[in-house]
């Protein structure tokens, strides 16, 4: 009979650690999405988050007596077990030894299950199905918190109190929030499961990198502007404009240091009358830009205003580049083409070293896989210096995984 009673302590052990791992670990957004859902339990659950430092001593209150009942009962119980199992040997030695060898058993025994079966186990479990366990176990977590109200309470203020002493937080009052370093990983986490495309990761890597990005890093440098020029005769500007057959055109007095505005090509085609057209009469202001402004106040102050094309100017005020809309947009979503860009093939295979390349990895994860490829190059490079390598490789690879797959390089 104590036996059975040995086994509902362990198991009732393992019913609170799951339940203090698994609200510690659960995910307060995905418990809020289910809330938002109508789940009954889920809103339960993130009332227990609310006061997580209470529903955690109320389990710590659990482990602790059913430990100190287990110690109580138990050893006696398995001790009897035990002896019987040894009772052959009571006439080979003393009694004292045979008891002090029964109770050594007995507790390696207790403790083993203990350990294994009321807190390793249902540990593992309840970080890995916390969510599952939350919502399962949260409705007699709350029962036996509001059962052992007091004291939960008392034990609970007792921790806060010392915890703002030592000038720590209570985990309620923790941040939990992820920095976008962490979002990274996650996802690149959640791409290598297949529960994401590949596609969708790089265009959130790019959400993520847009909110640095600067003017300088989407516009269309000077170099590569092609611009009307009133110095120009009208059937040059014409030949330029057939040339690039672009919708916007800079136009400028002389060069482009003396841009005054720009002309749209519907304009042109819309100008009464079959006589050369008078382009300073169709000049359209220009939006005037810095190369140091952030992309991601453009991307709604452009669209707000109706703003389509604008000169970038550099910290001396010369014309640095030009920026569209569209080169804006370009840095989320990636190359946009029209009827007239001819888009270029780009051969991945000239940026690899056949020799160099490794194409049987073992099976293993990426950290591995990592120091199996340095391993490699170093056969072929002696000098290279394999750590600094991995570290700088590696440091890549949380930020953002390595992939190939069809129409897509991340080296």
């Avoid at 002896?83 to 080979?92: D, P, Q, Y």
């Avoid at 672009?246 to 100008?271: A, M, N, Q």
């Avoid at 169709?282 to 709604?300: G, H, N, Q």
């Avoid at 199996?372 to 600094?388: F, I």
Wanted: hydrophobic share 50%; with cysteine.
């Amino acid at each position: 009979m104590l036996i059975l009673l040995v086994v509902a302590l362990i198991a009732a052990n393992a019913l609170f650690v799951l339940m203090e791992f698994a609200m510690v670990r659960v995910r307060p957004a995905r418990i809020e999405v289910l809330a938002r859902k109508g789940g009954r339990r889920a809103v339960a659950v993130q009332g227990v988050l609310t006061r997580l430092d209470d529903y955690l001593a109320a389990c710590q209150v659990g482990i602790t007596v059913l430990s100190l009942t287990l110690g109580w009962v138990g050893e006696p119980a398995v001790a009897s077990v035990v002896a019987g199992a040894l009772g052959a040997w009571t006439t080979s030695i003393p009694p004292a030894v045979f008891h002090g060898a029964v109770f050594v058993v007995s507790l390696a025994i207790l403790s083993w299950f203990h350990i294994v079966l009321g807190e390793l186990v249902p540990r593992t479990v309840g970080i890995q199905f916390a969510e599952v366990v939350a919502l399962w176990g949260v409705l007699p977590l709350v029962g036996f918190a509001a059962f052992l109200r007091w004291p939960v309470w008392f034990l609970s203020e007792s921790s806060k109190l010392l915890l703002r002493l030592a000038g720590v937080k209570p985990a309620a009052e923790a941040d939990h929030s992820v920095t976008v370093d962490e979002m990274r990983v996650l996802l690149g986490e959640t791409q290598e499961r297949g529960a994401m495309p590949l596609e969708r990761l790089l265009l959130l890597e790019n959400l993520f990198d847009f909110a640095t990005a600067k003017v300088a890093d989407a516009m269309r440098p000077r170099e590569r502007i092609s611009f009307l020029s009133l110095e120009r005769t009208w059937p040059e500007n014409l030949a330029l404009i057939r040339a690039k057959r672009f919708t916007r055109f800079l136009l400028c007095e002389k060069d482009l240091d003396t841009v005054i505005g720009y002309v749209h090509l519907k304009d042109l085609i819309l100008k009464e009358g079959d006589t050369e057209p008078d382009l300073r009469k169709l000049r359209r202001d220009i939006f005037e830009v810095t190369d140091s402004e952030p992309l991601e106040k453009l991307l709604k102050t452009m669209p707000d205003k109706g703003i389509h094309v604008a000169i970038v100017r550099d910290a001396q005020k010369k014309v640095s580049g030009i920026l569209t809309l569209e080169d804006i947009v370009e840095e989320l979503i990636g190359e946009v083409h029209d009827e007239f860009d001819k888009p270029s093939a780009w051969d991945s295979g000239e940026l690899f070293l056949r020799s160099a390349v490794e194409a049987n990895l073992p099976a293993g994860d990426r950290r591995t896989a990592v120091r199996h490829l340095l391993g490699k190059l170093k056969g072929l490079r002696p000098d290279l210096d394999a750590e600094a390598a991995f570290a700088a490789v590696w440091d890549r690879e949380l930020k953002f995984a390595s992939a190939v797959g069809r129409g897509v390089l991340v080296p």
